[in-house]
T-cell receptor, first 115, second 112 residues
């Protein structure tokens, strides 16, 4: 069965820390995505990658960066965590064929709290 | 900017009742996807509808894509507590280079 694994289910960090969220998929998918999910705001795309070392900004990239050194791994980095980055973070992947609008497979999410 | 509006935002009904939730847009989509997200988990794809007017059934769930490919509905017959969750629709643009866009979801709670 297909699997997207996020490294932590829950994470608590302090303001100003550099935070790494890791995501690994075992489906050999080219596309990988990072979203944050907040009540009333739905899923918002932070960054997207369609290949190793390739990345594109999503709708809300400010305060975040990403790394895609290997096809199966996509990391989200909070350069200097702030309280407004407290949220549920979801990683997803999809096949390249047909473009980035293919159905996505999601991980179970990381609930991040910034104190 | 393409937008997907889902209604209602929240729905709480008794076990055994029927319900319909909606996903509407002024834009045309090449396909629409429906996901269900249970508490503490990520969204899981339920179905993709591609053809205008298409109807797909998944046990007690019936999905329909509007004739004009701008809207979709999800009908649940005889709702069960296991149907509880957040239902998200997502639209794929006619431009294949665009990323899918998600609606904000309908949060469904089925009371036993």
């Amino acid at each position: 069965d297909v699997k997207v694994t996020q490294s932590s289910r829950y994470l608590v960090k302090r303001t100003g820390e550099k935070v790494f969220l890791e995501c690994v998929q075992d489906m050999d998918h080219e596309n990988m995505f990072w979203y944050r999910q907040d009540p009333g705001l739905g899923l918002r795309l932070i960054y997207f990658s369609y290949d190793v070392k390739m990345k594109e900004k999503g709708d809300i990239p400010e305060g975040y960066s990403v790394s895609r050194e290997k096809k199966e791994r996509f990391s989200l980095i909070l350069e200097s965590a702030s309280t407004n980055q407290t949220s549920m973070y979801l990683c997803a992947s999809s096949i390249l064929s047909g473009g980035p609008n293919q159905p996505q497979h999601f991980g179970d999410g990381t609930r991040l709290s910034i104190l | 900017t393409q937008l997907l509006e889902q209604s209602p935002q929240f729905l709480s009904i008794q076990e055994g009742e029927n319900l319909t939730v909606y996903c509407n847009s002024s834009s045309v989509f090449s396909s629409l996807q429906w996901y269900r997200q249970e508490p503490g988990e990520g969204p899981v794809l339920l179905v993709t509808v591609v053809t205008g007017g298409e109807v797909k059934k998944l046990k007690r769930l019936t999905f329909q894509f509007g004739d004009a490919r701008k809207d979709s509905s999800l009908h649940i017959t005889a709702a069960q507590p296991g149907d509880t969750g957040l239902y998200l629709c997502a639209g794929a643009s006619m431009n294949r280079d665009d990323k899918i866009i998600f609606g904000k979801g309908t949060r469904l709670h089925i009371l036993p």
